[in-house]
Structure formats: C-alpha cells, structure tokens
C-alpha cells in the first residue's frame, strides 16, 4: 500500500502515520482539521442538497402523478439553495479575513510608528 500512496513528509500520510508524541499541539491539529472540514462542507452541501431535494420532488410527483415536474423544480432548487448558501458563507469570510487583515495592518502600523519614535528621540 505504500508504494501506491507514498508518504510524503508533511503531507497528510505523514501526518496521519506519525507517531503520537508529547510535542503534538491537540489544538493545532483540530483546528487545521476544523478548517479542512469548513473547506469541504460546500461540496457536501450541494451535492446533498440536490438529491435530497431531488428525491423530495420525486416522492411528491409520485403521490400527485405529475410526473417530472416537481423533481426538476426541487433539484433546481435544492441546487440554487446550496449555491446561495456558499456563496454567502464565502462572502461572509472574505469579510472576515478582510477585517483581520486591516486589524494586523493598523498593529503593523502602529508598531512602527513606536520604532520611529524611539530611533528618533532616543527613548525606549
């Protein structure tokens, strides 16, 4: 099985075969897992919405005998739906990280600002 997945250093079967060592970070390593899971969460979501929807529309086309019609209305939905959805949920955490972004900025700034002073005036 090795020779089909090689294990690069670093990478996740490296990560996922080390040895548990005291030197691990627990907080770390859940929030990079929590990451890689908000990463993936989109991809779960549409593909779910559209054949959860979708079976609902084909359910209720077999109980109104309106045959493909509300499948084709609930998985358009169930797909636009899960699509708004990321497309809000990315937005919201462009904002984030555009925030933070201008946050370290001013601190940049203001750090600098304190070097200045003190090359200049002498004062520490």
């Not at 030197?23 to 959860?52: I, K, M, P, W």
């Amino acid at each position: 099985m090795s020779a089909a997945f090689p294990i690069v250093p670093g990478g996740v079967g490296a990560t996922l075969l080390r040895p548990a060592s005291k030197d691990v970070n627990v907080s770390s390593t859940r929030s990079r897992f929590t990451e890689h899971a908000n990463q993936t969460t989109g991809s779960y979501e549409l593909a779910l919405a559209v054949v959860v929807f979708g079976l609902f529309g084909w359910w209720l086309d077999r109980r109104l005998d309106s045959t493909p019609w509300l499948l084709i209305v609930f998985t358009v939905l169930g797909f636009v739906g899960a699509g708004l959805s990321i497309y809000y949920r990315y937005r919201a955490q462009i904002a984030h990280l555009q925030e933070e972004a201008a946050s370290l900025r001013a601190q940049a700034v203001a750090r600098g600002a304190d070097s200045s002073v003190t090359a200049e005036g002498g004062q520490s």
